[in-house]
Nanobody
Framework: QVQLVESGGGLVQPGGSLRLTCVTS????????MGWYRQAPGKQRESVAI???????NYADSVKGRFTISRDNAKDTVSLQMNSLKPEDTAVYYC??????????WGQGTQVTVSS
């Protein structure tokens, strides 16, 4: 079992920044990839950014150049630095862990609202 707890969401003005953090616990050695996903009202959940154990990253086109995912294996955390935020970034952001046995674990989500 893997547990994930996100933090760092909130209300920010367009053009502002937020940093999301996901703390993992439990069977952390089973974790392969870590990722951030988001779900806006009335829309499907979508991938935002993924990072491999070796640090290889993959981003959605809509966030490239603005968001940065990072992983601290010593602290068992994964973070998402979000800059130049836009109203369309408003969503609930979820942390996801994918194990080597291809099992998925999700956090409870954190709300990000971009509005003036």
């Amino acid at each position: 079992q893997v547990q994930l707890v996100e933090s760092g969401g909130g209300l920010v003005q367009p053009g502002g920044s937020l940093r999301l953090t996901c703390v993992t616990s439990g069977n952390i050695f089973s974790i392969r990839d870590m990722g951030w996903y988001r779900q806006a009202p009335g829309k499907q959940r979508e991938s935002v950014a993924i990072i491999s154990p070796g640090g290889v990253t993959n981003y959605a086109d809509s966030v490239k150049g603005r968001f940065t995912i990072s992983r601290d294996n010593a602290k068992d955390t994964v973070s998402l630095q979000m800059n130049s935020l836009k109203p369309e970034d408003t969503a609930v952001y979820y942390c996801k862990a994918i194990t080597w046995s291809r099992r998925d674990y999700w956090g409870q989500g954190t709300q990000v609202t971009v509005s003036s």
